[in-house]
C-alpha cells in the first residue's frame, strides 16, 4: 500500500521508535516545527521538541506504551492530541503523534 497520502493529510503526524527517534513527519508536522528544522528533524529525538512539561508526558508514553490523548488550546485553535503506541510485527516499535484541529464546540453522538 502507498503511503503517500499522509504526507498531505491537514493534522501533524510524526512517527518515532521505541526510543523517541523521529522516523517519520508530514508536511503539516514540518510546517509546525519549522522553526525547530521542520524535516530536519527526522532521525533527531521527539523528547527535544517538547517543553519540559510536554517532554516529562511523551517520555512516559514511550515508556509505558500507553495512549495519551487530550486537547490543547494554542494561538485561539483547538486541537486534539493523540499518542498512540504503534507496533511491527507485534513488536512495540514506539509511538505515532497526531494533532488535529477542532471546533470549539462540536456535535457529539452516541449511537447504538
Known amino acids: 500500500?502507498?503511503?503517500s497520502w499522509?504526507?498531505?493529510?491537514?493534522?501533524s503526524v510524526i512517527a518515532c521508535d521505541e526510543n523517541g527517534i523521529?522516523?517519520?513527519?508530514n508536511a503539516k508536522a514540518a510546517k509546525g516545527y519549522a522553526d525547530r528544522g521542520g524535516?530536519?528533524?527526522i532521525g533527531s529525538n521527539l523528547l527535544d521538541?517538547?517543553?519540559?512539561?510536554?517532554?516529562?508526558?511523551?517520555?512516559?508514553?514511550?515508556?509505558?506504551?500507553q495512549l495519551g490523548v487530550y486537547t490543547i488550546e494554542k494561538n485561539g485553535i483547538?486541537?486534539?492530541?493523540?499518542?498512540?503506541?504503534?507496533?511491527?510485527d507485534g513488536k512495540y516499535a514506539g509511538i505515532v503523534e497526531l494533532v488535529?484541529?477542532?471546533?470549539f464546540e462540536m456535535p457529539h453522538?452516541?449511537?447504538k
Open 78 to 88: 483547538k486541537k486534539l492530541v493523540y499518542h498512540s503506541p504503534w507496533y511491527q
Open 6 to 11: 499522509i504526507e498531505e493529510f491537514p493534522g
Open 22 to 25: 523521529i522516523l517519520e513527519m
Open 1 to 3: 500500500m502507498n503511503h
Open 109 to 111: 453522538f452516541v449511537r
Open 49 to 65: 521538541c517538547h517543553s519540559e512539561a510536554s517532554r516529562a508526558k511523551v517520555a512516559q508514553l514511550l515508556e509505558t506504551k
Open 39 to 41: 524535516k530536519a528533524l
Open 100 to 103: 488535529v484541529e477542532i471546533p
